[in-house]
Structures are given as C-alpha cells and as structure tokens.
C-alpha cells in the first residue's frame, strides 16, 4: 500500500482508538453499574435475602452494556486488516473512532443511571415491593441509552465501509 494523503500509515492507529473507547468506556460503564448496583443487592441481602434473586436485574442491565461494546469492538476490528493487504483510509480512522466513542461513552452513562438507580431502587424495593416494577422501567430507560449508542455505532459503522 503507497501511503497518501488519505490513507497515511497511522490511520489504522486511530481506528484502534475507537476499539480502544468502545472497551474501555464500555466496560468502566458496565462495571460501575455491577459495583453499585451489588452494594444494594448485598445490603438488603442481609435482611431480606428472599429479594436477592428478583434483585439482580441492575446487574444483568449492567453486563449488557459491555455487550454493545464488544460487538462495535469486534466489528471495528473486522474492519481493520494490514497495511499491504488493505487501503485504510482517514476517513474510515476516524469512523471507526466515532464509533468506538459513540457506544462506549453511552455505555458510561448507561452504566452510571443503572448503577444509581439499581442500587437505590433495590434498597426501597426491600422496604416497598410496589417500587418493583417503577425500577425496572427507568432501568430499561437508563439501558436504552446505551441502545442509542449502539444504533448510533452501527450506522457510523456502515457508513465507513463505503
């Protein structure tokens, strides 16, 4: 591969920074939501330990959002092959970084709203069961940012392929 003005050597290096985001924020996000949400469910665990089953939906939500992350992480490297046998172009870099950046700094904001509530819902849930079903939609309101990143990704994703 000649190297030109749109398709530098280095552009392959900004592509894996999307990888990298989509990891890395993804996963900060579904284990900030897993720590916060578990010190809930391990506190009402102690006095209620019938609610802790019915009490891990926060972290099943939490463990989705790195889902989101890993499918752009590994469709982004799909797209990424060697310098001769591949034209890499800038424009595709930095696709792929909008990408990486779109789901996982969703998932960031996924996992800190599920993390949050979760560990706060599943508190008044043992004190109040009719909170139950209240939780568990603005759970599915704080994972479906997450969602929002993924579509967001996927299209951004499409779009670079040509």
């Known amino acids: 591969m000649a190297e030109t003005e749109l398709s530098p050597k280095f552009a392959p290096f900004i592509g894996m920074g999307g990888i990298a985001s989509a990891m890395i924020?993804?996963?900060?996000?579904?284990?900030?939501?897993t720590a916060k949400s578990g010190i809930g469910i391990a506190g009402i665990g102690i006095f209620r330990p019938d609610l802790i089953m019915k009490s891990l939906i926060p972290v099943v939500m939490s463990g989705i959002i790195a889902v989101y992350a890993l499918v752009i992480a590994v469709l982004i490297a799909g797209d990424i092959g060697p310098p001769p046998a591949q034209n890499y172009s800038l424009f595709d870099g930095?696709?792929?970084?909008?990408?990486?950046?779109?789901?996982?700094?969703?998932?960031l904001a996924a996992g800190y709203a599920i993390g949050v509530v979760g560990d706060v819902g599943v508190r008044s849930y043992m004190l109040q069961s009719r909170i139950f079903v209240g939780m568990v939609l603005i759970l599915i309101f704080s994972e479906v940012l997450g969602l929002?990143?993924?579509?967001?990704?996927?299209?951004?994703?499409?779009?670079?392929?040509g």
């Open 94 to 107: 930095f696709m792929h970084l909008a990408c990486g950046l779109s789901v996982g700094l969703t998932g």
């Open 25 to 33: 924020f993804g996963c900060i996000g579904a284990a900030y939501g």
């Open 148 to 161: 929002y990143g993924l579509i967001v990704a996927l299209i951004l994703n499409a779009k670079s392929q």
